[in-house]
């Protein structure tokens, strides 16, 4: 039986930037499949089992924009030609989908283009959030970043611009695989790559801090896996590890209350 | 007989099915013909089904963002780009042209533009 759309001519966007979550359609919220349905052409960067054929049960038309993706060509134009396949479709065709694994604003160079542009059309944009692996992190190894908040960096642009880490705050560091690499690559790295990484964080945690490798899931009856390393052996260990997903820095030790008298007005209160 | 692949897709989209296999695998595995080495991955959840899916199934290498080597400008201010003369004659070529193969040459070069 073939597949009935809910295409509408009138939806208050011309362009909905929607994000699939990160194990697949488990992950599809309710408002991001909703959305899908209702537009004419959805562009889809996700490879995980079974999501393109779904989404071309609900979406009379769906493009993958993974063959952009080039072994050893750049990532930018990569990037740019995919923004721009889906403002030139929402020109003619709206109201049209690009939908992303994970959060769509989340790392995500593609949307931060089609924004950009569709502002100069006067092209209408709405987006929807996905589930990110910042969440699958959270959840893959059981913290609630209250208790000494967070800070995260993309893990070359950490090196390129020497930011100051703050060691008694949690710290993710994204996009391990790409680690001072502008081109597309699936090749292992190597523990050459890794060591500026290792001796940039010694200058901020001592030797035998832990560090965390967390490969979130990407297909439900997957485990995800969290690596435990050591941060004067990391660039050596990593060389042999999974390579793929978010580093996780605990904390070196929770930060000391300052405010004395307000914590005395909050204790007065307990 | 449904194969490997309707048992992943099926494991997808239909919820119900998905727990009943967490609960009783064997049991939510009999309508399926797998080979015994697809049958002893899908029962491992770990390296031996991760390896099986990796035939089938992308790891999330595929980043999607670019790190600026740059100063490029994140806070993208509209005005001041449709003051720029160059994106002034790429939208005109966009708005000139009535085909889509025409008008992607002219958008990839305002994305160009912009970021």
């Keep these: 039986m073939s597949p009935t759309y809910q295409t509408e001519d009138s939806l208050p966007f011309d362009i909905a930037i929607v994000g699939l979550g990160i194990v697949g359609i488990h992950q599809i919220t309710r408002e991001v499949e909703e959305t899908i349905r209702r537009c004419r052409h959805t562009f889809v960067i996700d490879s995980g089992f079974g999501v393109v054929p779904y989404l071309e049960g ?16 750049q990532r930018l134009p990569t990037y740019r030609r995919m923004a721009a396949e889906v403002i030139n479709a929402a020109i003619t065709c709206s109201p049209v989908c690009f939908a992303t694994y994970g959060h769509p ?34 959840v893959d190894l059981g913290i609630d970043v209250a208790a000494d908040g967070l800070q995260m960096y993309e893990v070359t642009d950490l090196l390129l611009r020497r930011r100051p880490i703050q060691n008694d705050v949690p ?17 292992r790295i190597s523990a050459e790559r890794f060591l500026p990484l290792q001796d940039y964080l010694l200058e901020f945690y001592p030797p035998e801090h832990p560090i965390i490798l967390v490969t979130s899931k990407t297909f439900p009856l997957l485990q995800s896996t969290v690596k435990k390393y050591r941060l004067g052996t990391l660039a050596a260990d990593l060389e042999h590890g999974p390579q793929v997903g978010n580093l996780y820095i605990p ?8 405010d004395h008298k307000l914590l005395e007005k909050l204790t007065a209160r307990i | 007989m449904p194969g490997l692949n309707d048992f992943l897709s099926r494991i997808q989209t239909d919820h119900a099915f998905y727990l009943q296999f967490r609960k009783n695998p064997q049991e939510a595995l009999t309508p399926y013909e797998l080979s015994s080495e697809e049958r002893a991955a899908l029962m491992d959840s770990g390296s031996q089904l991760s390896a099986r ?3 089938v199934v992308f790891t999330l290498t595929g980043t999607k963002n670019f790190v600026s080597l740059g100063s490029a400008d994140w806070q993208f201010d509209p005005a001041a780009a449709l003051r720029r003369p160059e994106i002034q004659e790429s939208i005109a070529q966009i708005r000139n042209v009535t085909t889509n193969a025409d008008r992607l040459t002219p958008v990839l070069a305002l994305i160009e533009q912009v970021g």
């Design chain 1, 105 to 138: 604003l989340v790392y995500c160079y593609p949307a931060v283009l089609i924004q950009r542009a569709a502002k100069l059309l006067d092209l209408q944009v709405e987006t929807f959030p996905g589930i990110s692996s910042l969440d699958t992190l959270f």
């Design chain 1, 58 to 73: 609900i979406c009379p038309e769906v493009t993958s924009l993974f063959s952009f993706y080039e072994k050893g060509k």
């Design chain 1, 251 to 258: 904390a070196v030790r929770s930060r000391e209350v300052r």
């Design chain 1, 171 to 187: 710290c993710v560091l994204w996009q391990l695989i790409a680690i001072g690499e502008p081109n597309y690559q699936t090749d």
């Design chain 2, 53 to 55: 899916l990796g035939e």
